[in-house]
């Protein structure tokens, strides 16, 4: 068992800058990836952004070039760097934890991009 906590969300500009953290209460060595999920208003949710406990990240289309995932192992925390935001990225984000069978869910944090 794990917790996620997220934290960093709030209302920004279009073109402004946020940074998502997402806090484990053990060890995100033990899980094979962590990533980050958003839910848009009527929308599933999906994934955008993935790093392995190797380091290797993949990135959702609509992301790549403006969003950063990065991990602090000896902290237990991931991150999200999300630079020139857009009005369509407005959801509530979720971190995640992906283990060998398991799958873990923070409770999510709400981004909004309006001017």
């Known amino acids: 068992q794990v917790q996620l906590v997220e934290s960093g969300g709030g209302l920004v500009q279009p073109g402004g800058s946020l940074r998502l953290s997402c806090a484990a209460s053990r060890s995100i060595l033990s899980f094979n990836a962590m990533g980050w999920y958003r839910q848009g208003p009527g929308n599933q949710r999906d994934v955008i952004a993935r790093i392995t406990s190797s380091g290797s990240t993949n990135y959702e289309d609509s992301v790549k070039g403006r969003f950063t995932i990065s991990r602090d192992n000896a902290k237990n925390m991931v991150y999200l760097q999300m630079n020139s935001l857009k009005p369509e990225d407005t959801a509530v984000y979720y971190c995640?934890?992906?283990?060998?069978?398991?799958?873990?869910w923070g409770q999510g944090t709400q981004v909004t991009v309006s001017s």
């Open positions: 995640n934890a992906r283990g060998k069978a398991l799958e873990y």
